[in-house]
């Protein structure tokens, strides 16, 4: 008669011991990104209060939060280089700001279009008046690791490839720990402030979270299948 019967091949154990794990743990990161995006999308869409910078910067600083702040552009500048629109080279301008209360903070004022040479950055014009604007969070644009941060030139605007933290803090002290994105064109000292969140939203990351724990399961079932082989008793 036959039958079925559990038959120990490691070969087989191996290879799910080792891809089970791994479907798995991408399911769960998937579904943290999901949780991190969802975070990002309800910052977005919050509008911006009047809770005072100083009160604010002290809290907990969610990127996409909308901000207003009151003070003054300095006159440190940086150009951020290789970044494009429509396919056309230029720089985002990163300038910093000084509000009445609180640490100072780089704003970025959106993209510029770049000159026909390296050799001569674009004119960039700073507001000098007292005035209030409107703009989100943002985390500071980090150089990739191992990466080399130089700036160009003595004077200002500065070219630079990332802009850490620790570059601000050269300039002024204590620069808050995020920076400010402005909202839209329309605030003052901006030029092309047309960026937007992530267009992948969280329903995509569980949707490749369940293909992810799909495949786990099948892996696991085929393991099982596997296992039981027919025998003669």
Excluded: C
Aim: hydrophobic share 40%; aromatic share 10%.
């Amino acid at each position: 008669m036959k039958d079925r019967r559990w038959h120990f091949d490691w070969r087989l154990l191996m290879f799910s011991g080792l891809f089970l794990p791994l479907l798995i743990s991408l399911g769960i990161w998937q579904l943290n990104r999901a949780g991190e995006k969802q975070t990002l999308l309800q910052a977005w869409q919050q509008q911006a209060n009047d809770t005072p910078w100083a009160t604010l910067v002290a809290g907990d600083l969610q990127p996409g939060l909308p901000v207003y702040l009151t003070g003054f552009y300095g006159k440190q500048s940086w150009l951020l280089d290789n970044r494009t629109r429509d396919g056309i080279p230029g720089y985002e301008v990163l300038t910093l700001f000084r509000p009445l209360e609180g640490p100072p903070v780089v704003v970025n004022r959106g993209w510029v279009q770049g000159t026909r040479t390296r050799d001569t950055l674009p004119t960039i014009e700073t507001p000098d008046d007292l005035l209030t604007i409107e703009g989100r969070l943002a985390e500071y644009p980090e150089p990739p690791v191992l990466a080399e941060v130089a700036s160009s030139g003595d004077g200002w605007p500065k070219r630079v490839q990332a802009l850490p933290k620790t570059e601000v803090a050269e300039f002024v002290r204590e620069p808050a720990p995020v920076t400010v994105m402005l909202s839209d064109p329309k605030q003052p000292g901006a030029y092309r402030a047309d960026r937007v969140p992530d267009v992948m939203g969280p329903q995509t990351h569980y949707g490749y979270a369940v293909q992810w724990f799909a495949l786990a399961a099948v892996l696991t079932i085929l393991t099982v299948v596997a296992s039981y082989r027919r025998s003669e008793t």
